[in-house]
């Protein structure tokens, strides 16, 4: 197995030799959308020279076009460890849980409840509320733990009962980093009959994902957080999906489906998922003649092990500068519970100034709620929020002292 190689990935980023003032850019907002290697780049393109039709044709750059829809949704059943008949595209992981919430609200009744938790992005919880609106159905909360930004399963047993119908968690906190317990919230779950809808959005990036080794029933995420196209997908467990109401055309094929889909982000979105392979046979210990499934998921371990040195390493420069606060989960024995993203305030300095003093450096970090509204304003951070470092495997410790620098520089600036 090779070293890992994080100068060689990073040759393959375009958007990594962009200057800023005379220096490289610095880019730590991973968790709101990823830069994208080139060869995502080349399949856009391509897409556009040899394929751009619209589907069904009986002529040869539609037939192109949808044997790159099919690839799509067998990558995307390969990265999430389901079958490709089970995949759902659509334009991001908002915008399907609305339009699939839905459906699975339409099988509930008026008493039926669902429950939500407050560490969440807002996009698996308000589409829930809005469906329990229109179906009288109750929503509860499963509340966090705000010492550590975790969710507690006893907290969940607390809120489950026979009427439960849905339970909808994220895989791991786009704002903060919690890795969330998904199997045991699973079998909880199934154990008074309800259904799970993962958000898995921050989480496919830096874990290895397996929603049937879990038992979701249905597991979200968004092909621009993983180096891919802004093009969303969701998998929904056939014996499931296959029964719910359809709202759609009446001559559209697919179950969910509607209009005509972003093909040309499916074919990046496939490169996305062919690059993280390339990772796993490279890096990982794959075999170079290894299926997909097993390349992406060595790919995602080694992605894994390089983020959390990675983080540890910045976690030990942030904490080093007085004035700066990591917000959740932050002792050792807990980095195996959190993803390579760090929430953090600063003492006298509000998010956007510093956010705005790094920028003004060449440093790209988010600052706000980044929609886990309901966990900034439960931490009293509201509105301001935090600032938010996201590490992704393409970004380096001298990237992280070229931070830590800048941020000491902001908070003695503040202390002064």
């Known amino acids: 197995m090779t070293t890992f190689d994080v100068d060689a990935i ?6 990594l030799s962009l200057t800023h003032e005379g220096r490289p850019m ?17 399949a856009v393109v391509r897409y556009y020279r040899e394929s751009n039709a619209n589907h069904c044709g009986a002529f040869l750059t539609s037939e192109r076009s949808d044997a790159i829809v099919d690839d799509a949704h067998a990558a995307l059943a390969d990265l999430l460890g389901v079958d ?51 179906s009288e159905v109750i929503v509860r909360t499963w509340e966090p733990r705000l010492e550590d ?18 339970v909808a968690v994220g895989w791991a906190s786009n704002a903060v980093g919690t890795i969330n317990p998904i199997a045991e919230v699973v079998a909880r ?6 259904w ?90 794959a075999a170079a003649d290894s299926a997909r499934r097993a390349a992406l998921r060595a790919g995602m371990r080694a992605i894994r092990a390089y983020e959390l040195d990675l983080y540890r390493y910045l976690a030990t420069r942030l904490t080093a500068i007085e004035g700066v606060e990591i917000v959740g989960l932050t002792a050792e024995a807990d980095m195996d519970r959190r993803t390579p993203t760090a929430a953090i305030r600063i003492a006298g300095v509000t998010p956007r100034a510093a956010a705005e003093r790094l920028g003004a450096r060449g440093i790209a970090v988010w600052d706000g709620d980044f929609y886990a509204t309901g966990l900034i304003e439960r931490l009293g951070l509201a509105p301001d929020g935090v600032v938010r470092i996201g590490l992704t495997h393409y970004n380096t410790r001298a990237e992280v002292d070229r931070l830590a620098e800048e941020l000491a520089n902001i908070a003695g600036h503040s202390a002064a």
Not at 10 to 15: N, T, V
Request: negative net charge; charged residues 20%; aromatic residues 10%.
């Open 10 to 15: 990073r040759a393959r980023f375009p958007a």
């Open 149 to 166: 930004c975790t969710l507690r399963l006893e907290g969940l047993d607390a809120v489950l009962n026979e009427r439960t119908k849905l």
């Open 196 to 285: 799970v809808f993962v958000d898995a959005v921050h989480a496919a990036p830096h874990l290895a994902l397996d929603a049937r080794a879990v038992g979701a029933d249905f597991v979200a995420c968004s092909a621009y957080k993983f180096f891919g196209p802004h093009v969303g997908a969701v998998y929904g467990r056939r014996e499931i999906a296959e029964k719910l109401p359809t709202y759609k055309v009446r001559p559209a094929s697919h179950h969910f489906e509607t209009g005509t889909g972003n093909f040309e982000g499916y074919a990046g979105a496939v490169a996305a998922i062919e690059y993280l392979a390339d990772i796993g046979r490279r890096y990982g210990g």
């Open 26 to 42: 610095v880019f730590f907002d991973g968790p709101g959308g990823t830069q994208v290697p080139s060869t995502v780049i080349d």
């Open 84 to 134: 490709a008949d089970e995949i759902t595209l659509g334009p991001n992981m908002t915008t399907l849980t609305f339009h699939i919430s839905r459906s699975i609200a339409a099988t509930m009744r008026p008493g039926d409840e669902i429950v939500v938790s407050g560490l969440d992005h807002q996009a698996n919880v308000d589409p829930w509320i809005a469906a329990a609106r229109d």
């Open 189 to 194: 779950a199934h154990r008074v009959g309800a």
